[in-house]
């Protein structure tokens, strides 16, 4: 799943992870609308190998995404599940906020194929193509 309130910026993730070979992608523009999609994917039994969440959005940034689903907030969603945050952010102790609420990694941008494939590979264990 790929969480960003900046559609260009859904498009150009969606495009690097097809280069991996991932075509399955849902999308969501906020914090908010991934819960929403989660809680759906649970119930249809669909649910994403690996969240890659915006830390900067409008209703629901990704800090308080990433730190309901590590908190068990949300019915039905894996709290282990892998989420790799995808920022331009420059500020060090942000960042580490955001790894200490519990992000499986931080990817800087602009990130290219090959790192966002190694990346997802690292936090799931799934070898991307």
Do not use: W, Y
Request: with cysteine.
């Amino acid at each position: 799943m790929v969480i960003d309130d900046q559609r260009t910026m859904r498009a150009i993730l969606r495009d690097l992870l097809r280069k991996v070979g991932i075509h399955d992608v849902i999308e969501a523009s906020d914090g908010e609308d991934a819960l929403k999609h989660l809680a759906t994917s649970a119930i249809q039994n669909m649910k994403p190998d690996v969240l890659l969440c915006d830390l900067h959005m409008e209703k629901m940034d990704g800090l308080e995404f990433i730190a309901r689903i590590r908190r068990g907030k949300v019915d039905a969603v894996d709290k282990l599940i892998p989420i790799l945050l995808i920022t331009g952010e420059s500020e060090t102790m942000m960042l580490e906020v955001v790894g200490q609420v519990g992000a499986s990694a931080v990817l800087k941008k602009p990130i290219s194929a090959d790192q966002l494939g190694k990346a997802i590979e690292k936090a799931t264990g799934i070898a991307a193509v």
